[in-house]
């Protein structure tokens, strides 16, 4: 009789540890099907290009919802920057869960290495966010898996204890030989983690959230692609490269002004308004002020278009 094969879902960032618990599954005959997850402030692009190293599919998940809401009122709080490490990781588990629930997954999985990261790796994170997200028992980490307690799949034979790893801290001398021995030869550098973590980016959206505490993910969008200029509740995004003019025109929404230089090279700006008491008196000016500003050498009679959205 033909067994049954095990399926396992594997939360995969992209980074060595998650290719490592992936090939590790897959080297016991488990289907691994590998899961990413995109929000306003994070992309999968990095675990798309690890998927294609390994060979492995990838399947993404839009979590830009859920996730904004967590961004914008963390029940576990923020880390160094806008962070919601703890809850962020808590969404993508109990999303992984609702998925294995729902689609009869054996287990779930993640390359989580016990000590890794101090604050969220120590024994009782990893303990807290299994309990948690409703994961107890059922999440395996085969990274650091003979460290941690003997999970369902493992007591069930599902998955050969003997055959998963004893990893612990910083140090990835041991991820470097398995990254060998499974032929893994694009070795993706360690990851400080998403836009949230950057200190100059937490304190652009703290401003936001100051004036706008329910700001939506256009709002989070257009502070990741400019250099911003507040005027009382009035936001100025003034683009600093090509890259940020075009991306600037894509989250744009009504109510928005557009200012784009026409007989010259210059930086577009998008003016976006949080608060009744700014006309469009009082922003047309600020924004061709703002735009003649940050370019390099506007003519005598420069072209301005300003579309209002
Ligand atoms: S670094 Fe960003 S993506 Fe990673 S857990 Fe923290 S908030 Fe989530």
Redesign the pocket.
Known sequence: MKSKKINALVLFSGGLDSMLAAKILEAQGIAAVLICFESY??SCAAARDSAAAIGMKLRVEDISRPHLEIVRNPAHGY?GAI???ID??LLMLKTAKAIMDKEGFDFVATGEVLGERPMSQNRQSLDTVERESGLSGILLRPLSAKLLPETLAEKNGLVDRGKLCDISGRSRKVQMDLAREFGITRVPQPGG??I??ETDYGQRLKKLISIKPDFDGSDAEVLQHCRPIWEGNVLFAVARNQADCAALKGPAKPGDFLFEPQNFPGPVVLARNFGAEAGQEEIEPLGKKYLLQYSKKPPRNPEISILKM
């Open positions: 402030f994070f880390g962070n919601p490490c962020c990781h983690g998403c949230l973590t």
